[in-house]
């Protein structure tokens, strides 16, 4: 259905409406058939303002999720090697003094700095960056005696500035849009993390054959004739990618360039401009969107407001000075503790030990867990714009559920290289199950926690994306001493590798 606050105007006789069946309301005449129109021309409208704000979505972290999976491609050839991990880790959360300067300027200057031109400069900054990567990535420069990879670091903190400063700016100019564009957003932001992932794998990157190499170990010697004994044992061959780290990195700036034009669309076509409900914010927008008001086909004219009781006002007293006032401060503070739990769950306490969790049940499981696993997210944002259920209860359910999950895949990363069932095909079943439910519930519980906060209005999108970036920062933090420094966690020979039965 589609409410209607207008109807035909009378400027011609009725018999010449173009309508094939008329409904008379009162003195007016409603078109049925020009009414029809109008709702097909808004659904071709809202699905390109869907289309957009995934695509916006999808330049969010789409740089940093490309570095993670061209790893395997880019520390053969680097001086730091497998240290570049750990160092990208350091870096990611030096980045956030980008969303630290923007919060501030929230809580102490509010109003004052323009999300958008923010958005234009960080997207901007992330396409002559991933750029420029493509180019100067295998550069290193002398340092204390030593080669190190600047240029690759260096532009690596760009983008994790870019990456990190998206998740307080981005959110908050959605606000801009009608509530269920937001939640196309957050499937775009999944998708930035498969479209990466799925590039690779069509890239080759890590994709390991086990082959018998012999080597000698005794040998006869007969005149000129010298026989060789060998015992003969498997060793990882790496397959060659069907194209470069710098194509890949070309893509990547490719996604950004889609980022940007995504952006400008939402900000100047004429068809967004339509689905745009909150840009009151900014006091040159409310003029504007005072005059919109009477043309949007969701407008209530006077007769359509319901009366309200004074039972309805003192229901709608604020229970807090959070927001709208809709959640008490106690419900206020479990659900910014539960998004800060699962963002440091879901951005870097599970994906730091995900090689270690799936390895061992072979290259292919590792392939699958990590691709899967980038497809439920978005699928959870899909679930979300059909079932966007905001209770608080479903939530903390759901947070459990995602946990315990995650508490499996800890276990078989702690056991790694012989977890449970490691010889078993049934053990590659459960652990890849384990992280598509892992990844599909709490992503869930991020999005109905961003529908949520997003009825609660603009300031409480800022402090959503400060608070993701705080849990992924902890998370980070706690998993990187004991990963890289105290090494409690052991990789396996991905061909040599002997459990017991």
């Known amino acids: 259905m589609i409410r209607v606050s207008w109807w035909c105007r009378p400027c011609a006789p009725v018999q010449s409406l173009p309508c094939q069946v008329q409904q008379r309301h009162g003195s007016r005449i409603l078109c049925r058939s020009y009414i ?82 923010v958005i234009y400069c960080i997207v901007g900054l992330g396409i002559i960056a991933t750029f420029l990567l493509a180019f100067f990535w295998r550069h290193t420069v002398m340092i204390g005696g030593s080669l190190h990879s600047v240029p690759l670091l260096l532009l690596s903190f760009l983008l994790s500035v870019v990456d990190c400063t998206s998740s307080v700016t981005f959110l908050p100019f959605m606000m801009r849009l009608r509530p269920q564009y937001l939640t196309t957003y957050f499937a775009g932001e999944g998708l930035s993390g498969l479209v990466p992932a799925l590039v690779a794998l069509i890239q080759g990157v890590g994709v390991v054959h086990c082959q018998n190499v012999t080597s000698p170990t005794a040998g006869n010697k007969t005149g000129d004739n010298i026989t060789m004994f060998g015992s003969g044992e498997l060793q990882a061959i790496y397959q060659p990618a069907k194209f470069s780290a710098q194509v890949f990195f070309v893509f990547l700036s490719a996604m950004m360039v889609v980022c940007m034009v995504a952006f400008i669309l939402l900000n100047h076509h004429p068809a967004v401009a339509r689905e745009r409900k909150n840009d009151l914010y900014f006091s040159s927008d ?110 903390g359910f759901l947070t459990m559920v995602g946990t315990g999950f995650g508490a499996y895949i800890m276990a078989m990363a702690a056991l790694s290289p012989c977890p449970l069932l490691v010889h078993s095909a049934s053990g590659t079943v459960v652990i890849v199950l384990t992280w598509i439910l892992f990844v599909l519930s709490l992503s869930y519980v991020k999005v109905i926690i961003g529908v949520i906060l997003r009825d609660e209005g603009h300031s409480a999108l800022v402090w959503c994306g400060a608070v ?34």
């Open 36 to 117: 029809t129109l109008l709702y097909h021309h808004h659904s071709i409208m809202s699905l390109l303002t869907h289309v957009l704000a995934c695509l916006f979505g999808m330049g969010s972290w789409v740089a940093i999720n490309g570095m993670w999976v061209e790893l395997p491609l880019i520390v053969p050839h680097i001086p730091e090697e497998w240290y570049l991990p750990s160092y990208l880790t350091v870096l990611i959360q030096t980045a956030n003094i980008g969303p630290l300067f923007i919060t501030l300027m929230h809580r102490f200057r509010p109003r004052v700095l323009d999300e958008r031109l």
């Open 286 to 395: 409310m003029a504007s969107g005072k005059r919109e008001q009477g043309l949007t086909l969701h407008a209530q004219t006077p007769e359509q407001k319901p009366m309200i009781s004074p039972l309805d006002v003192i229901r709608r007293e604020p229970r807090s000075l959070f927001g709208t006032g809709t959640y008490s401060n106690l419900e206020v503070l479990f659900i910014f503790v539960v998004l800060a739990w699962v963002n440091a769950l879901t951005n870097a306490v599970l994906p730091s030990v995900q090689s270690y969790s799936c390895l061992p049940y072979g290259n292919k499981a590792y392939h699958l867990a990590a691709t899967m696993a980038a497809v439920a997210n978005p699928v959870a944002c899909f679930i979300a714009m059909f079932m966007p259920i905001r209770s608080l209860m479903l939530m």
């Open 468 to 501: 993701v970036q705080l849990g992924s920062m902890v998370g980070a933090i706690t998993m990187f001493p004991l990963v890289s420094i105290y090494q409690l966690f052991k990789s396996g020979d991905a061909c040599n590798t002997k459990c017991p039965m």
